[in-house]
T-cell receptor
Framework: DGGITQSPKYLFRKEGQNVTLSCEQN?????MYWYRQDPGQGLRLIYY???????QKGDIAEGYSVSREKKESFPLTVTSAQKNPTAFYLC?????????????FGPGTRLTVL | GIQVEQSPPDLILQEGANSTLRCNFS?????LQWFHQNPWGQLINLFYIPSGTKQNGRLSATTVATERYSLLYISSSQTTDSGVYFC???????????WGLGTSLAVNP
């Protein structure tokens, strides 16, 4: 089945530790995205990548880092510099096609800092 | 930059009722999408609709690009329609979506 997978589903981290969230897609999409969602809020863009080995900062990139070494993978590292990392993290991918450019989402990772 | 506003922010319905959700945007856009986020957090794309009207079962959407708004219609609502409905648009060619704050819908049995 084609789709986007994120792991783990739940993640607990101690303050001061870096943690990496996984995002993999087998849809052959060229673009991938990371969003953060806080309770009762909308989605805020952290980073996005339109092609392999290239990525751009979104609206809230401070304290986060990404890499795009393979088309199907876009891991997100939450560093100790992120002051309030507890949130729900969503990964998405998209590709342009004749009908448009639609984003598809993974199931998300809930990160809690203890 | 482009602003996306959704209304109403919250909506409570009895099962079987119809509803209309609205999305206003402040400038010309070349892509508009409607999403549904279920209570467990999964986001599903409902419609890609930069203009015109589309229907999918009990859901339909209309975008009037010249007047800068889009409407999502839900007919004969079911409890499984509960969740948050987001509208999002692309501005320019950078494929970065601008998101509204969503409409939170609760459908009661």
């Amino acid at each position: 089945d084609g789709g986007i997978t994120q792991s783990p589903k739940y993640l607990f981290r101690k303050e001061g530790q870096n943690v990496t969230l996984s995002c993999e897609q087998n849809l052959n999409h060229d673009a991938m995205y990371w969003y953060r969602q806080d309770p009762g809020q909308g989605l805020r863009l952290i980073y996005y990548s339109q092609i392999v080995n290239d990525f751009q900062k979104g609206d809230i990139a401070e304290g986060y880092s990404v890499s795009r070494e393979k088309k199907e993978s876009f891991p997100l590292t939450v560093t100790s510099a992120q002051k309030n990392p507890t949130a729900f993290y969503l990964c998405a991918s998209s590709t342009k096609y004749r009908g448009g450019d639609t984003q598809y989402f993974g199931p998300g990772t809930r990160l809690t800092v203890l | 930059g482009i602003q996306v506003e959704q209304s109403p922010p919250d909506l409570i319905l009895q099962e079987g009722a119809n509803s209309t959700l609205r999305c206003n945007f402040s400038d010309s856009v070349n892509n508009l999408q409607w999403f549904h986020q279920n209570p467990w957090g999964q986001l599903i794309n409902l419609f890609y609709i930069p203009s015109g009207t589309k229907q999918n079962g009990r859901l339909s959407a209309t975008t009037v690009a010249t007047e800068r708004y889009s409407l999502l219609y839900i007919s004969s609502s079911q409890t499984t329609d509960s969740g948050v409905y987001f509208c999002a648009v692309y501005a320019g060619n950078n494929r970065k979506l601008i998101w509204g704050l969503g409409t939170s819908l609760a459908v009661n049995p």
